[in-house]
């Protein structure tokens, strides 16, 4: 029989039980968060200091509202000038309506000049995921999937394992790609060890290395000038969003020209004209390819950058090369760098 654990999802933070009310003029019960940098934080840190506690949801339309309006970002600034503490918390979880990993907050926040002392994420959003760690069937299937060194089936596996193991509790098909990865090397780590011994090869003689990496010390990043909000014209913005597994999950069989408009017609969440938005959702997605094909190079060059800066899993590691003594420095990315 497997062995049953509660995991807060992507394994970050405490939150406050329901139950726990609490009167005006006690001292707030502590909680410790990591924030969009990954930086901890507890609330006794801001001991004595008058602290704001916003809960944001950037997809939330009273959020937009505030936001688009500069308001927050006004009040923001006015106050964490006066010595206030300004926490935004994220506490969607995975799948769910403005959930957001470290740099996807980092993005957020930069696109709309927000001005926090922190975003501090809680995916937990105060609920815990019963889940059971792997057993022999599911490290078959992942075996099977590695020796496969197939993307789209390790990317099947995955989905099958975390679906199992959390008794489909996780969406998985509403996961963007990196969270779902994500999520997998946080239950990995929970089931059979936090290290993974991946074969790299030297970048001089190209012969397999075998190097030790810690799974806890994996996290999702993305390039500093990844945006959100891409302007085409002067009066034309198109509004990204991340991808889901579920839209990705037959791009493979397509050729490169078809995959990279795939990719970018599932990317687009609005179009601002002048005053007009138009929700992709809303569009039949032919006439959102319409759209990308309509522009000119330098325009998709654009709307493409956001593809190519989305946020990723990466690991830099340093290793000697134990056939020709070579000094590496290497970057692993994307979750088949980590299968061992």
């Not at 996780?170 to 990995?188: C, G, N, S, T």
């Amino acid at each position: 029989m497997g062995r049953y654990l509660l995991l807060p999802v992507l394994a970050i933070g405490w939150t406050l039980p329901a139950s726990a009310a609490v009167e005006p003029g006690e001292a707030a019960p502590e909680f410790t968060l990591n924030d969009s940098k990954g930086t901890s934080h507890k609330l006794s840190d801001f001991r004595g200091k008058l602290v704001v506690l916003e809960w944001l949801n950037h997809e939330c339309p009273f959020v937009k509202k505030h936001y688009s309006g500069g308001d927050m970002q006004r009040l923001q600034k006015e106050y964490t000038a006066k010595g206030v503490v300004w926490l935004s918390i994220i506490s969607s979880a995975p799948g769910k309506q403005g959930h957001r990993t470290g740099p996807q907050a980092e993005a957020d926040t930069k696109d709309k000049d927000a001005a926090p002392t922190a975003v501090l994420l809680d995916p937990a959003g105060g609920k815990k995921i019963e889940y059971r760690p792997f057993v022999v069937k599911e490290e078959k299937i992942l075996l099977m999937a590695a020796e496969s060194k197939d993307e789209k089936t390790i990317n099947s596996a995955i989905r099958e394992v975390i679906s199992a193991c959390t008794n489909g509790a996780v969406d998985v098909f509403k996961l963007p790609l990196v969270d779902m990865e994500y999520l997998f090397l946080q239950l990995r780590s929970h089931s059979v060890g936090e290290t993974v011994k991946p074969n790299v090869k030297c970048s001089k003689c190209e012969l397999p290395n075998e190097v030790e990496i810690n799974l806890k010390e994996i996290q999702p990043t993305s390039d500093p000038d990844h945006k959100k909000v891409i302007p085409l014209v002067a009066d034309i913005s198109v509004v990204m969003k991340y991808p889901t597994v579920d839209d990705l999950k037959d791009i493979d069989s397509q050729s490169d020209i078809d995959k990279a408009l795939t990719l970018l017609v599932k990317s687009i969440d609005k179009v601002y004209q002048g005053e007009k938005i138009f929700n992709a959702s809303e569009m039949d997605p032919k006439e959102v390819r319409g759209f990308i094909e309509e522009m000119t190079q330098e325009q998709f060059k654009k709307l493409f950058s956001f593809v190519e800066t989305m946020p990723k899993l990466e690991k830099k590691i340093q290793f000697k090369c134990k056939h020709c003594g070579h000094e590496n420095d290497s970057t692993l990315r994307g979750i088949t760098s980590f299968f061992s």
